[in-house]
T-cell receptor
């Protein structure tokens, strides 16, 4: 049973560029959440997708956008990259039963913005 | 004030020792509580949920104090493999996980 997978594993971009990160949820899961983890910090919630719609959003600017596909996989897009966007981007999947459902994390994508 | 605050540590303990640390949360409407474990440069993994009555999972014991708004984790008989960052997580009646910055535990031989 495949867990949550993310691609790419590492990425280097320059300021002002755009980036797309990808996530495939754990088999049987229909909900995908994205988190940003800066060095030395806990993960910060970006947004969650369910039924191809953004269901909830954290305190991130509109430069961060996402998409969920019919097969439940998801993309995170970040436009106009800033140095401060350098972080580990984590995808988590779960079942849309309720907030208490366990979220399973993928290995993350390490983004470095130069 | 941060929604979830943790003592960053590090807690350096010998094998076999007991180590305990707390986490405080600011929102009294918080409903679900968890401890996640994160190894260096890896993803967070659920260690255990925290229930109002307190709960144990092997060598790990979690407690919740709603009146004082804190959660604790105690690790008994520490193993080298327990070395990690422990993330305190709370949720309200929504879907986002709110993480603390983590408490680092290092178990030495």
């Amino acid at each position: 049973d495949a867990g949550v997978t993310q691609s790419p594993t590492h990425l280097i971009k320059t300021r002002g560029q755009q980036v797309t990160l990808r996530c495939s949820p754990k088999s049987g899961h229909d909900t995908v959440s994205w988190y940003q983890q800066a060095l030395g910090q806990g993960p910060q919630f970006i947004f969650q997708y369910y039924e191809e719609e953004e269901r909830q959003r954290g305190n991130f600017p509109d430069r961060f956008s996402g998409h969920q596909f019919p097969n439940y996989s998801s993309e995170l897009n970040v436009n106009a990259l800033l140095l401060g966007d350098s972080a580990l981007y984590l995808c988590a999947s779960s079942l849309a039963v309720g907030p208490e459902e366990t979220q399973y994390f993928g290995p993350g994508t390490r983004l470095l913005v130069l | 004030r941060k929604e979830v605050e943790q003592d960053p540590g590090p807690f350096n303990v010998p094998e076999g020792a007991t180590v305990a640390f707390n986490c405080t949360y600011s929102n009294s409407a918080s409903q679900s509580f968890f401890w996640y474990r994160q190894d260096c440069r890896k993803e967070p993994k659920l260690l255990m949920s925290v229930y109002s009555s307190g709960n144990e999972d092997g060598r790990f014991t979690a407690q919740l104090n709603r009146a004082s708004q804190y959660i604790s984790l105690l690790i008994r008989d520490s193993k080298l493999s327990d070395s990690a960052t422990y993330l305190c997580v709370v949720t309200r009646n929504d879907y986002k996980l709110s993480f603390g910055a983590g408490t680092t535990v290092t178990v030495r031989a």
